[in-house]
């Protein structure tokens, strides 16, 4: 049997010597069947791996509905309702998949075994993953045969086996984290603090931190790892973050670079309730461009992605790629743009630092 099959109860039926009913017997228990006829069919169950369909109670697989999966970064996490940045992607992606027909089932569980068997129990026609890393197990998926497309991953390669190269939707996360930090260098800004996630080593924060100090160091000053604070992608993280920052010895910093809007909406509050005036303290640059940024006072300087994009063209190319399994996958690289606003000062008059 091709691994790149999805296994049905016709599978297990021809495996077994017997009927697709003689199957469904088994499962629902509702006629007494001969106890060599039912060993057959559950050893051809273990040996095809066989889940069951929960959505249909015939031969159907057509389940209309598309899992989507932000895995968690850290145990117990509840990142997805923490982060503005996923309700306006699944906002996106919920009214185009919904328009093309089918139904989200949203988890914040990883890419594992436990997961794989949900999807396929639940017959999921698609999956698409946000921010995933290349150790995730992406090979699982490819083995179960549902399609699926990425959004902000960088996953080329997986150490076991072939590259896994799913379709993928992402910007050029270093171009743009470079554009920022030289925003802010060309303003004046000489020594700027760096606000991130969590540095897994191989995902979307590296790169906007590989961009930030690609930008200080093409710009002639020295990058410093002490400007670096790491939290979590949330509101209250950028708090903590800016409250570190202020506690810290780095007193000349006259800048933050936020790699996510959140961050740099929680560190703008921790610096008002200290009494600093934003910009006239400190300046503060963001990166996605939410809604919520524009409605700040000062609304807030930021890197602009298209999120309602993203999930737009994800749920496209996971559609296509449900109607044609074999086509080529393709990745999807979108622009950025600076948005100026407020929340930078300009130094060229004269430099006012912490």
């Known amino acids: 049997m091709s691994k790149h099959k999805r296994i049905t109860i ?4 021809r495996e077994a010597a017997v009927s697709s009913a003689t199957v469904s017997y088994v499962f629902n228990g509702k006629k007494e069947l001969p106890k060599e006829t039912k060993a057959r069919v559950i050893a051809a169950i273990d040996k095809l791996d066989y889940v069951p369909n929960m959505n249909a109670r015939g031969l159907s697989s057509d389940s209309l509905l598309i899992g989507v999966l932000i895995p968690q970064t850290e145990p117990g996490s ?53 921010g995933v890393y290349p150790d995730d197990s992406l090979r699982e998926i490819e083995k179960s045969a549902i399609p699926l497309v990425l959004i902000d991953s960088y996953c080329g390669e997986i150490n076991d086996g072939p590259p896994v190269q799913p379709p993928n ?58 400007n670096v604070f790491e939290g979590t992608i949330s509101f209250e993280s950028g708090r903590l973050l800016a409250e570190a920052l202020l506690d810290s010895r780095q007193k000349k910093v006259s800048a933050i670079f936020a790699a996510a809007d959140v961050l740099a909406l929680g560190a703008m509050k921790m610096f008002s309730e200290r009494n600093m005036g934003i910009p006239s303290d400190i300046s ?54 600076i948005v100026e606003r407020g929340s930078v000062r300009d130094l060229a008059g004269g430099r006012r630092q912490l």
């Open 169 to 226: 939707v992402r910007i050029d996360d270093i171009y743009g984290s470079c554009l920022a930090a030289s925003y802010l260098i060309e303003k004046g800004h000489e020594n700027i603090a760096f606000f991130c996630g969590k540095l897994h080593g191989k995902g979307v924060m590296e790169k906007r931190l590989e961009g930030y100090r690609k930008a200080v160091e093409e710009h002639g000053l020295r990058f410093n790892r002490k």
């Open 78 to 130: 509840r990142l997805m309702f923490e982060n503005v940045f996923y309700g306006e992607i699944l906002g996106s992606i919920e009214f185009e998949a919904r328009n093309a027909g089918y139904h989200l089932l949203i988890s914040g569980a990883g890419i594992n075994e436990n997961y794989i068997r949900l999807a396929r129990k639940r017959s999921l026609d698609g999956i698409i993953a946000i």
């Open 284 to 337: 503060v640059m963001g990166f996605d461009d939410l809604k919520i940024s524009r409605y700040m006072i000062p609304a807030l300087t930021t890197i602009r992605q298209d999120v309602a994009l993203k999930g737009k063209i994800a749920v496209e190319l996971l559609v296509e790629k449900i109607k044609n399994p074999d086509i080529a996958p393709r990745e999807e690289i979108l622009d950025v743009e």
């Open 10 to 13: 016709r599978d297990v039926a």
